[in-house]
């Protein structure tokens, strides 16, 4: 009867077609890309470079999406193997937009790409269960420190990317709403369509999603799982640890000598095969593993900022010729030490390893981001120290340096040593533990931990 409607008619009967096609759901997403993703993109094109280029791979990644939820609206619930070939996409697209600002360290708009890289995964919500809502709010907190450092660096200068950063973090807080109000405990899928096929197109009789910019990524082999619960859980861990980095690897089991064949030949006599674990994801079944690269070490003043990176072993870096507004940023650097002789703008410690640093005088910060086991040592005045995802650090501060304001966040292991009159340090730990409550009026936060008088 359809196909009876006049010419006339022809807009009505496209808006039929189209509410049957699209559910609910796929139009309130619809809102989300129209409404602070269109306004994330207009800006970040008005700004331009490579946030502009950052903006279009993440305009690609909502585009994959938007076809996973369509697919999702019209077909039944697939297989879990079926499943993570769905998910491809939009995974393959959130590792493009991270490695696109580690490709990056050098931009000047460098916060921007961070404060995106870091909070991408949440597009991972559609593979967790039963809290995707606060999944995304956990990502869109990552993203703080350096959406804080946007707006500290700019509300003064350029109020575009202040209402980039307004723009950008209403994404995810949209986001949280619109989960809330439609998949509230985990993806909702179609009760009555056919099941969902691995080529993630939309069932016969329903009008397919557009499909992203360019061509489709190539899938990625995810494994294969058994189904059920188990299925769910590797589902959740792929986008869980798309956020860990080298962190990835804390969780791997400890093998013993006796355990290994190539160590204890009488493993080899027993006749069975070996107990195996579960195989490890390829990221691109089609191309060969590539050797890691170890890239050359820098040490040289680009404009205004001294880059010091990817150093090994190296004990006497000094950076002597140095002026006021002149920064300093060093990039993993590992088990060496750097000395920064006069007074400079700023220094930041950037995933690095067991890196001593030593310096006269800074009149704005020192960050130590992503570090581990990092030893500060301030020789003149520092007003500010930031230590941010960093697991072990010590700060050593100057008799002029006690006022410093030393301003942490998901770090553990720090402590600062203070000078006595003797010369000598005394060694104070900073409290990682904190107890909250609610007085009647406000929320009052104290240190739990018992730190030395």
């Known amino acids: 009867m359809l196909y009876c409607v006049c010419l006339g008619h022809g807009v009505i009967l496209l808006l039929f077609l189209f509410s049957l096609a ?66 491809a996409p939009v995974s393959k697209v959130i590792q493009e937009v991270q490695a696109f600002r580690e490709k990056n360290r050098s931009s000047p708009l460098f916060n921007h790409l961070s404060a995106v890289s870091e909070s991408v995964p949440a597009l991972g919500w559609v593979a967790m269960a039963p809290k995707p809502g606060p999944f995304v709010k956990e990502m869109q907190d990552a993203a703080t420190f350096y959406t804080n450092r946007v707006l500290k660096d700019y509300k003064e200068k350029d109020k575009m990317h202040v209402e980039w950063v307004h723009a950008y973090v209403s994404i995810w807080t949209e986001l949280q709403a619109y989960i809330k109000q439609h998949h509230t405990t985990g993806l909702s899928w179609s009760k009555t369509g056919p099941v969902a096929s691995a080529s993630g197109g939309a069932p016969s009789g329903g009008a397919p999603a557009p499909p992203p910019p360019g061509p489709p990524p190539p899938p990625m082999d995810l494994g294969k799982s058994s189904g059920g619960d188990s299925g769910a859980t590797n589902r959740n861990a792929l986008f869980a640890s798309l956020n860990k980095g080298a962190d990835i690897t804390k969780g791997l089991k400890h093998v013993s000598d006796d355990q290994k064949t190539h160590k204890n030949p009488g493993l080899k006599a027993q006749g069975g095969p070996l107990p195996s674990g579960p195989k490890p994801f390829a990221a691109r079944p089609t191309a060969a593993a590539s050797p890691a690269r170890t890239l050359p070490p820098v040490l040289e003043l680009d404009g205004k900022k001294w880059k010091v990176e990817n150093h090994e072993g190296a004990q006497n870096l000094v950076i002597s010729d140095t002026e006021l507004k002149q920064v300093v940023y060093a990039f993993k650097c590992n088990n060496s030490t750097l000395q920064v002789k006069g007074k400079i703008n700023s220094i930041t410690l950037d995933n690095c390893k067991k890196l001593g640093l030593v310096f006269d005088d800074v009149v704005g910060i020192v960050e130590v981001i992503n570090c581990k086991d990092v030893k500060v040592q301030v020789m003149g005045k520092i007003p500010t120290i930031s230590i941010n995802k960093t697991d072990g650090c010590h700060v050593y501060l100057s008799k002029d340096s006690l006022s410093c304001e030393i301003i942490s966040a998901k770090s553990s292991e720090m402590n600062v040593l203070v000078p006595n009159k003797d010369g000598e340090y005394t060694e ?19 240190a739990t931990e018992i730190c030395p008088t």
């Open 22 to 87: 699209v559910s609910v759901y796929v139009e309130a997403y619809d809102n989300l890309l129209s409404g602070p993703v269109a306004q994330y993109t207009a800006l970040s094109q008005k700004i331009g470079g490579d946030v502009q280029k950052h903006a279009e791979l993440m305009k690609q990644a909502f585009s994959c999406q938007r076809q996973f939820l369509v697919t999702a609206s019209n077909s039944q619930k697939p297989s879990d193997s079926v499943l993570t070939s769905l998910l």
């Open 428 to 446: 104070i730990p900073v409290p990682e533990q904190f107890k909250t409550v609610w007085d009647g009026n406000k929320l009052v936060t104290t």
